[in-house]
């Protein structure tokens, strides 16, 4: 039987969770949560996403994610597929370690993304030592939402929720904590999802920004190549000197994140490369934009008001 398809919307926001094979510990230290934390964050960074809250349990993961409009199982599959390599060399085992693909939830209303952000943080009530005392348990961005713990990897975006409450400063804490034990008086999470059509789905949100990540491969190669010099036009395309390597890093970037196409699409369109080193063009490219005084950040940014 064909497994029922993915629900997704370019505007969504979502709850993931992603499991291990039940004899099989997703984290076996302290260390793998660590390392999970940094893929997030490199990944949310890489594809201009963001991220609410998560909590890391020994066997799963719960995350709520917000990818800005970029593909869900694109952005899952980068980060699941890292932390399989890591994990695999580390322990020195092959093959799967997910329990099947990961599920998704598309948030539909306030109330939902509300709710799920303090089911979320109140996992940790299930491992005895921190039950009660949920946000101090280190692997859960409870605690980062109260201030008691530093946000060591700068991952989480509070002033979504923040907004959502219409809390500031002052009062956050306050309101979020009373929120968190609230919630834990109704586990059933699916009693706050609304009924909307694909079109109103997550317009709720002001001042939410959402990019469009459909800019053709034609309009990429050409825009970048007016922006960067006539030469570029014909390097991006076709193999290139060494010195040309940026232009054609930077396109390769600019059609994964912003075009939404896969490495083989990519290589259909910059030419004399491989899968695998697409892969480490596009890394490149992530770099070069990380340069925010480089003529590579500001016109990753003047395509990013293009798309929109």
């Not at 969504?12 to 893929?39: G, N, P, T, W």
């Not at 006539?230 to 994140?257: E, G, M, P, Q, T």
Request: proline share 2%.
């Amino acid at each position: 039987m064909p497994r029922k398809a993915r629900q997704k919307h370019e505007a969504a926001i979502y709850h993931i969770i992603s499991r291990s094979f039940s004899e099989v510990l997703l984290f076996r230290e302290d260390q793998d949560k660590e390392y999970y934390l940094m893929l997030l964050k490199r990944y949310a960074g890489k594809y201009h996403s963001s991220v609410y809250a998560y909590c890391l349990m020994d066997n799963h993961v719960h995350i709520h994610l917000d990818p800005k409009g970029y593909d869900i199982s694109k952005f899952m599959h980068s980060l699941n597929t890292a932390y399989v390599r890591y994990y695999n060399i580390k322990y020195e085992r092959h093959g799967h370690l997910f329990q099947g693909r990961f599920q998704s939830r598309i948030l539909n209303s306030e109330r939902y993304n509300l709710a799920v952000s303090a089911y979320i943080h109140n996992n940790p009530k299930d491992i005895a030592e921190y039950k009660g005392r949920e946000e101090d348990y280190p692997y859960s961005s409870f605690g980062i939402y109260l201030n008691k713990r530093k946000d060591r990897y700068n991952l989480i975006d509070r002033s979504f929720i923040m907004g959502l409450l219409h809390a500031n400063r002052d009062n956050f804490r306050r309101k979020y904590y009373e929120l968190v034990k609230q919630q834990d008086q109704n586990n059933d999470i699916d009693d706050y999802s609304e009924h909307t059509t694909a079109e109103s789905e997550n317009e709720y949100i002001s001042g939410r920004s959402v990019i469009l990540r459909n800019i053709s491969p034609g309009e990429v190669i050409s825009y970048v190549s007016r922006r960067l010099g006539d030469s570029a036009n014909i390097n991006i395309a076709w193999k290139s000197k060494r010195k040309f390597i940026n232009y054609r890093a930077f396109c390769a970037y600019v059609l994964r994140v912003l075009g939404g196409l896969s490495y083989r699409e990519i290589c259909r369109n910059i030419k004399s490369i491989t899968i695998a080193s697409c892969s480490q063009l596009c890394d490149k490219g992530y770099e070069l934009i990380n340069d925010t005084e480089s003529i590579y950040s500001e016109v990753f940014h003047e395509l990013i008001g293009y798309a929109a």
